[in-house]
C-alpha cells in the first residue's frame, strides 16, 4: 500500500456520517482535520495539562499529565494508522479527545464521582468525554459543543451500557447491536493501553516506587532491557530506561500493525461498514505479546497503583471531591454564577438528578490543583472565601 493512501475499509471524508449540527465544509481542510483542530483548542483539552495519570499534579514537573498522555497515545496512533492505510488525522482526533471527560486526580477522582452520582445515573469519563464534545464546550454561536463528526464521536465512545446507548440515539446504536467501530477508533483504543502501560513504567522508575530489580521477572521488559544493557553497557540508568521503553514500545507497534494486517486480509472488509458489522474488532495485538502486555499490566497494578504512598494520595484524592460534590450539591450558591444558574436550570426540568448532573460537570472539569485550592477554600477556617 502506498504511503498516505487510504485503504478502502479506513474512514474518509467524503463518506464521513456527518455532524449533529450541519455545517458547510471546510475549505483547506478535511472533516476530520477540523475535529482535531477544534479538539485542540477547546477549553477542555487545555485544562489536561493540569490533570494527572498515576501521580498528582504537585508531585513533580516530570511526571505524566492527561495532555502529555494524550500526546503520546496520537503519536502512536498516527504511526499505526499510517502503517494499515487508515485514516491518521481521524486517529489523531479521536486519540486527543479520548480524555476530555476525565476527572482530576485520574481513576480515584472517576471512583469517588461516580459513588457521589450512584443515585443519579453514575459517572463515567468515557460518557463525560462524549459530553464535552456534545454540549458543554461553548466556542461556536451555532451550536453547543464542537459539533464533531460521528466518525471522532464514535472513537471517543469506547464502552456503553445498554441503558446509557439507549439514551444517545445513533452514537449509542452499535453497543445494542453488538457492533464494532471504525478501524480508526479501535485503533485509538488500543494506543490508549499502549502508551499509558509502558509509560507508567518510567513514570513509576522515576518516582522510586518501583524498581529495575523488580521489572526484571517482567518478560516483555526484561528481555529489551538485557539487550539494551549488553548493547550499551556504559550508558547511564535513565538511558537505558528510556531505550527499553522505546524498544518495548516498538515491539508491540510492530505487532499490532503485523496481526492486524493478518485480521483485515482474513476479514476483506468493503468498507467501514463492513468493519463495524463484524463481531469482533480487528485491530489487535497477537496473542503472545497480549499475555506480554497483560502481565506488565498486573505488575502495575500491584507494584504501582497499590503502592501505599498511591493509595494514601488516592484515598486523599477521593475525599476531596467527595466534599466538593457534596457541599456543591446542597448549597449551589458555592458555584460560579454560571454554573449555579445551569444547575438550578436543569434542576427545574430534571429535579435533583439534573442539579446534580451539572454539579459532576462542574467537579469532572476541574484540575488537581484548581480542585485542591477549591476545597481548601471552602473547608479550611484559615482561607479567605
Do not use: W
Not at 496481526?259 to 476483506?268: E, L, P
Not at 506488565?296 to 475525599?319: A, P
Amino acid at each position: 500500500m502506498t504511503p498516505g493512501t487510504l485503504a478502502p475499509y479506513a474512514a474518509h471524508d467524503a463518506t464521513s456520517r456527518g455532524r449533529r449540527y450541519p455545517e458547510a465544509p471546510p475549505e483547506f481542510r478535511g472533516e476530520f482535520q477540523r475535529d482535531r483542530d477544534r479538539i485542540v483548542h477547546a477549553n477542555a483539552f487545555r485544562r489536561l495539562v493540569y490533570k494527572t495519570q498515576v501521580f498528582v499534579n504537585h508531585e513533580g514537573d516530570l511526571y505524566r499529565t492527561r495532555v502529555t498522555h494524550s500526546l503520546e497515545v496520537a503519536q502512536i496512533g498516527r504511526t499505526i494508522a499510517a502503517a494499515l492505510g487508515l485514516h491518521e488525522t481521524l486517529t489523531e482526533a479521536i486519540c486527543l479527545a479520548h480524555d476530555l471527560g476525565h476527572t482530576p486526580f485520574g481513576h480515584a477522582g472517576q471512583d469517588a464521582l461516580n459513588e457521589c452520582m450512584r443515585e443519579y445515573g453514575g459517572f463515567e469519563h468515557n460518557l463525560q468525554s462524549l459530553r464535552v464534545v456534545d454540549l458543554l464546550e461553548e466556542r461556536y454561536a451555532e451550536f453547543p459543543g464542537l459539533n464533531l463528526t460521528f466518525e471522532t464521536r464514535e472513537g471517543i465512545l469506547k464502552h456503553c451500557s445498554a441503558n446509557n446507548a439507549r439514551e444517545l440515539g445513533d452514537i449509542g446504536e452499535r453497543f445494542l447491536r453488538r457492533e464494532q467501530p471504525g478501524l480508526e477508533a479501535q485503533l485509538a483504543n488500543l494506543a490508549d493501553e499502549i502508551a499509558y502501560n509502558n509509560h507508567d513504567v518510567d513514570d513509576g522508575l522515576r518516582s522510586g516506587l518501583i524498581d529495575l530489580a523488580q521489572l526484571q521477572d517482567v518478560a516483555l521488559f526484561a528481555v529489551e532491557y538485557r539487550a539494551v544493557l549488553a548493547r550499551y553497557p556504559q550508558a547511564t540508568p535513565r538511558r537505558l530506561t528510556h531505550e527499553t521503553i522505546r524498544r518495548m514500545i516498538n515491539r508491540i507497534v510492530i505487532d499490532v500493525i503485523t496481526t492486524t494486517r493478518a485480521r483485515i486480509a482474513a476479514a476483506q472488509p468493503r468498507d467501514i461498514d463492513a468493519v463495524r458489522r463484524l463481531s469482533s474488532p480487528l485491530v489487535s495485538m497477537s496473542d503472545e505479546v497480549r499475555a506480554l502486555h497483560l502481565e506488565l499490566k498486573r505488575f502495575l497494578n500491584e507494584n504501582l497503583y497499590r503502592h501505599d504512598r498511591v493509595i494514601g494520595m488516592t484515598t486523599k484524592s477521593r475525599r476531596v471531591l467527595r466534599e466538593l460534590f457534596e457541599a456543591f450539591l446542597a448549597d449551589v450558591n458555592l458555584l460560579p454564577a454560571e454554573h449555579r444558574n445551569a444547575a438550578l436550570e436543569a434542576e427545574t426540568t430534571g429535579g435533583v438528578a439534573g442539579r446534580a448532573r451539572v454539579v459532576a460537570d462542574y467537579v469532572a472539569g476541574m484540575t488537581d490543583r484548581f480542585a485542591l485550592g477549591e476545597h481548601r477554600r471552602l473547608f479550611d477556617p484559615d482561607v479567605e472565601a
